[in-house]
């Protein structure tokens, strides 16, 4: 089991910048990701990264834009958004993949947190 949760969200300026953290426990050698989702709206994925290499998958949306990042130490991983802009209101979620692989799609992940709510204001 892995339990994650988020934190680091809030309202911000466009053109600011958030950093969000994702605290992992439990079974946390998979990769985690990063989606969002607005309401009406599916889950869109942000970000992923592996445990092992750290390698990075991004959305063409934010791609330059955010950096995803982990502390394997600490068991967490960060998203790092700058330039945000009024679109990238959402509730952010941090959730864990059910395999080893990169995926966009939010029904390769299997375990995910409660959210944390980004606001930019125009």
């Known amino acids: 089991q892995v339990q994650l949760v988020e934190s680091g969200g809030g309202l911000v300026q466009s053109g600011g910048s958030l950093r969000l953290s994702c605290a992992a426990s439990?079974?946390?050698?998979?990769?985690i990701g990063w989606f969002r989702q607005t309401p009406g709206k599916e889950r869109e994925f942000v970000a992923a990264i592996a445990y092992y290499t750290g390698s990075t998958y991004y959305a063409d949306s934010v791609k330059g834009r955010c950096t995803i990042s982990r502390d394997n130490a600490k068991n967490t991983v960060y998203l790092q958004m700058n330039t945000l802009k009024p679109e990238d209101t959402a509730v952010y979620y941090c959730a864990s993949s059910r395999t080893y692989n990169l995926r966009s799609s939010s029904r390769e992940y299997d375990k995910w947190g409660q959210g944390t709510q980004v606001t930019v204001s125009s």
């Open positions: 439990g079974r946390t050698s998979y990769p």
